[in-house]
């Protein structure tokens, strides 16, 4: 860590789901640090831990079967896992907002877009009903939606796809939070409304400031956009770095089969793309040492004694294993 | 050379039914007037945001939906009016890709029942040769010989995949309409069903559609690529040349908002404000003119925006809105 205290911090963080298989770890000793006004990209596949991650930090596991076994969570210096369901609610919306991947399910259909805006102004900063209705058209203004007052009066189904991902940026920042959680923000859009909105937030951190988890899958959108970026592979991290320093010297296995598997300007056309063989096993399944030897299909102590998650750069953080881990610094 | 696959002017348009007595309010021009051509082994990839019409329009080519207007030539036979039973022998060459390998695989069949049922439909070979059939099918995807007797829910997406493109390669097909095959894979997954599509296509000679919204897939896989806008293509050129040299204005802004995976590349963004428009009530002159506001945009109303080949090989919508002052002045003396 460097000089001042990251804005959040998650340490050992243990998350499980009660099944009818038992009590199965979605999110196994997870840890990482989101600094003041930066982005922090969390990438992975389905099924790797990178939402119920963010769901935790928020509070927001589907109840009762989400528990959040061990670990902190963090944020301005006090642990949210400790908090009283009250407090939480004073958290989420205002200091720490949330953007969802579906735009029109995180947007209530029956309600028009200005009541559901001046919401979180009534409920977080007692305004009154005049003075959240002008704050709401401020908003709209700030994520760039033409013609704000008109669209206060509109229903979400009346927006294309874009304009209410904008909305729910508005929301997710109405507050001015110092933390946005976005849950794959762009995957619902198409790419020039994608461009459009990475733009956006981009913008808006400028003016005010506050620090963004970006989880995607994409990892286009995390060069694009993050400083920072987590790689979770079957709810472990492998591989935290500074984008920079992951794009050119990525030390996991795992990092680098992703990185190569994907089509960039430079592939020649028609060739064989590089694959990661295999897929990953099942939640019940997964061993409890390296879970991509598991995929890569070794076998031995490895697959017994979880490997060590190391600093070994400054800030660049990578899961050990003597078969996945290459030491690039 | 002889094309495999010749659409010339193909219009499908739905109609929009509303009000209290449901009458009909207008029509969605889903697809408003494509021709393109596809040659024995090449891969055309159709690319466009959603909403342009790009899956309208691989549904239409293998008839799943009834083109209002225009002519689907395939193998040298003209299939637009073909009747239901005459059409049976040309479903053997001409085979679809679903997106959604969960909805389009049926639930309740074994694997080996979903990948014969093409096979019983066209009385091939008898029962132990359909097995044969099967087997090799299997193994030919990447699948082990015990996935035969297990159903879909067994299988990951990427598996799921398979078996839908066993089931289309089933009767040696000619050509295969790939439906956005990648779009709902992981990664890791994703290339490893992009590597089977290529082999195949080495292997067996075949032909694709390759409907996708993925630009860097498309370039990867392609040998020419088609850009629809609203329902018309937009420009159409050799893949290698599209996406070093993009003509036509909604080209290059979409090629330009394409996140490319490395950080150090700082690319200048086309700027692009707006959506798409709706086809149920398009712009009565250049759609994409009308959404970048361009000021000749009164120019185009009313007009065909014809594709004009403006280099060997490179067709490009004769558009003063959206070309520059030199390739429209190509593209008006062509005409």
């Known amino acids: 860590m460097t000089t001042a205290d990251p804005l959040l911090k998650v340490h050992d963080l243990i998350t499980a789901f009660d099944t009818d298989a038992g009590l199965i770890r979605a999110v196994d000793r997870v840890s990482f640090e989101v600094p003041h006004g930066k982005t922090v990209g969390i990438v992975g596949e389905s099924g790797c831990g990178k939402s119920v991650t963010a769901m935790s930090v928020l509070r927001l596991l589907p109840q009762p079967m989400g528990k959040v076994l061990q670990g902190r969570v963090e944020f301005k210096g006090r642990d949210l896992l400790k908090a009283s369901d009250a407090e939480m609610r004073k958290v989420r919306g205002n200091e720490i907002g949330v953007i969802f991947q579906e735009p029109m399910t995180a947007l209530n259909p029956v309600h028009r877009i200005g009541r559901q805006l001046s919401e979180c102004f009534l409920l977080h900063k007692k305004m009154s009903r005049k003075q959240a209705w002008e704050a709401s058209i401020e908003m709209l203004r700030k994520v760039r939606i033409p013609a704000p007052e008109l669209r206060m009066g509109d229903y979400p189904h009346q927006l294309s796809g874009g304009m209410r991902q904008r909305v729910v940026i508005a929301m997710a920042l109405a507050c001015g939070p110092d933390l946005v959680i976005a849950d794959e923000p762009t995957t619902a859009l198409d790419v020039t409304v994608q461009a459009q909105i990475l733009d956006l937030m981009k913008q808006l951190q400028a003016e005010m400031g506050m620090s963004i988890v970006l989880i995607t899958h994409d990892l286009g959108v995390i060069a694009e956009t993050c400083d920072e970026v987590v790689v979770m592979y079957a709810g472990r991290v492998v591989e935290r770095a500074p984008v920079k320093q992951l794009f050119t010297k990525p030390m996991h296995a795992y990092t680098r089969g992703l990185l190569a598997s994907i089509p960039t300007s430079a592939t020649p056309p028609k060739s064989v793309l590089p694959t990661i063989p295999g897929m990953v096993a099942g939640l019940a399944d997964l061993v409890p040492g390296c879970r991509f030897c598991q995929r890569m299909g070794r076998g031995g102590g490895i697959l017994r004694e979880r490997p060590e998650f190391e600093e070994v750069a400054p800030d660049h953080w990578v899961e050990t294993c003597p078969n996945c881990f290459e030491d690039l610094s | ?335």
């Open chain 2, 1 to 335: 050379m002889q094309s495999l696959l010749s659409i010339r002017d193909l219009k499908v348009h739905f109609p929009v039914h509303g009000g209290l007595f449901l009458k009909q309010l207008g029509t969605i021009r889903a697809v408003d007037g494509v021709s393109l051509d596809i040659a024995p082994g090449e891969t055309l990839g159709l690319v466009g945001e959603s909403g342009c019409g790009k899956s309208t329009l691989g549904k239409a080519i293998v008839r799943l939906l009834e083109p209002n207007q225009g002519s689907v030539q395939f193998d040298g036979r003209d299939i637009t009016k073909a009747s239901r039973r005459s059409l049976q022998p040309v479903r053997r060459d001409l085979q679809m890709v679903f997106q959604d390998p969960v909805e389009s695989l049926n639930a309740r069949h074994s694997v080996r029942e979903i990948i014969e049922e093409p096979l019983i439909i066209h009385r091939t070979g008898n029962a132990a040769e359909r097995r044969k059939r099967v087997d090799h099918l299997l193994d030919r995807v990447g699948l082990p010989k015990g996935a035969a007797d297990k159903y879909p829910f067994e299988f990951s997406g990427g598996q799921r995949q398979r078996i839908g493109i066993a089931r289309a390669i089933a009767l040696d097909p000619k050509l295969v309409v790939c439906d956005e095959p990648v779009s709902a894979l992981d990664v890791s997954v994703r290339s490893q069903v992009l590597n089977l599509l290529l082999e195949l296509q080495r292997d067996l000679g075949l032909s694709y559609l390759f409907i996708s919204h993925d630009l860097a897939v498309v370039k990867h896989v392609s040998d020419r690529v088609a850009v629809m806008y609203l329902g018309k293509l937009v420009e159409v050129a050799p893949a290698a040349k599209i996406y070093r040299d993009p003509r036509h204005a909604y080209t290059k802004a979409l090629l330009s908002s394409i996140p490319e995976p490395d950080p150090s590349v700082q690319r200048p963004r086309v700027k692009l404000e707006g959506d798409v428009p709706s086809p149920f009530n398009p712009p009565a002159g250049s759609a994409f003119g009308h959404r970048i506001k361009h000021p000749r945009y009164d120019e185009t109303v009313g007009k065909e925006l014809p594709l004009t080949e403006i280099e060997p090989g490179h067709w490009v919508a004769a558009d003063p809105c959206c070309l520059s002052e030199e390739d429209w002045r190509k593209v008006s003396a062509a005409s």
